[in-house]
């Protein structure tokens, strides 16, 4: 599985930006995708979940929503109201259905998103 992010930039706060994760390859592999983000001399953290339902970093509920299109193999994540905290690259993660598929997650190779105050 190769995921491809897009659709991240600079922009000013209280912005909008959505940001896009192109799946290709085995997707029938692909179990829960996710977004996380890793700001500069931070760890990386988990930004949102859509498997069955969805799940929120508490730092972004209400300002982002993630959403997935199975039949396009797309992930998004739009994200409104968006803070100078926010500044980070953000990744596209992807888990395995079983280990027949993978080992371990597949992750894009991130997105550069800048918050201006």
């Known amino acids: 599985v190769q995921l491809v992010e897009s659709g991240g930039g600079l922009v000013q706060a209280g912005d909008s930006l959505r940001l896009s994760c192109t799946a290709s390859g085995d997707t029938i592999c692909i179990d829960a995708m996710a977004w996380y983000r890793q700001a500069p001399g931070k760890e990386r953290e988990l930004v949102a979940v859509v498997n069955f339902g969805t799940y929120y970093a508490d730092s972004v509920k209400g300002r982002f929503t993630i959403s997935r299109d199975k039949a396009k193999n797309m992930l998004y994540l739009q994200m409104n109201s968006l803070k100078p905290e926010d500044t980070a690259v953000y990744y596209c993660?992807?888990?395995?259905?079983?280990?027949?598929?993978?080992?371990?997650?597949?992750w894009g190779q991130g997105t550069q998103v800048t918050v201006s105050s």
């Open positions: 993660n992807a888990a395995p259905v079983d280990r027949d598929c993978a080992r371990d997650d597949w």
